[in-house]
């Protein structure tokens, strides 16, 4: 299942990181030049930025701050996807295809409720998407970095589900594993908040995606609770 186009975005190419400077800035060389990169994923990162990575990157319009915007990078297993702006277009996409056991009749994006925006609604039932571009020992984790917004998140969604919603966390990794967990030690409210939803009725879905070698995004596979 196809479910995005990433030379839709405009003119893609290939770079080499040098050092990533800070949450969103990375500079890289880029046909010879050293060139800036913004970074659209304020994750840690520190198994996939490092230096002489091959980066795919979309060449950003004249007047940015930066010279290209960062799209995937390079690792064992292939492309993979490092641009949170592309999270909800391509989950939706998914939802709308069937990915929670049905086809929705409507679906919703940015949908308030309580003090927070919830990812989506797709009938009735309010989901909280997270990527997830953290793999060690097989294990899929999130999150990669603390998140009080998304311990928040799923409040919410417990909240909704005593509403008389039906509520559900969706994980998509980036990356290849064997099952997924919320990190042990990373954030450890996000953690309990995480185990305390699905106890409270809160379900779980998680899918892979994968970018082929024409640049295009597709569904590959659902991924399982640990």
Request: include cysteine.
């Amino acid at each position: 299942m196809i479910l995005f186009d990433l030379k839709s975005l405009g003119h893609l190419t290939t770079g080499s990181l040098i050092e990533r400077e800070n949450r969103f800035l990375a500079t890289a060389i880029v046909h010879g030049q050293i060139q800036k990169v913004h970074i659209a994923d304020t994750g840690r990162l520190e198994e996939i930025l490092t230096p002489q990575r091959e980066l795919l990157l979309l060449e950003n319009r004249p007047g940015l701050k930066t010279d290209y915007t960062l799209v995937a990078a390079k690792m064992e297993e292939g492309w993979v996807l490092i641009n949170t702006k592309l999270h909800s277009t391509i989950a939706k996409k998914a939802i709308e295809a069937g990915l929670l056991g049905f086809r929705p009749k409507k679906v919703q994006t940015e949908v308030r409720f309580g003090k927070s925006r919830i990812d989506f609604m797709a009938d009735n039932m309010l989901i909280e998407l997270k990527g997830c571009s953290l793999v060690e020992n097989n294990i899929c984790l999130f999150p990669n970095a603390p998140t009080t917004r998304g311990a928040r998140h799923i409040e919410e969604l417990m909240a909704a589900k005593e509403q008389g919603f039906e509520a559900a966390i969706l994980i998509m990794a980036v990356r290849p594993c064997a099952c997924f967990r919320a990190h042990p030690t990373r954030d450890e409210a996000f953690r309990t908040i995480f185990q305390k939803a699905l106890q409270k009725g809160v379900r779980f879905f998680g899918f892979f995606i994968q970018i082929d070698t024409n640049f295009t995004i597709r569904y590959a596979g659902n991924l399982q609770l640990c």
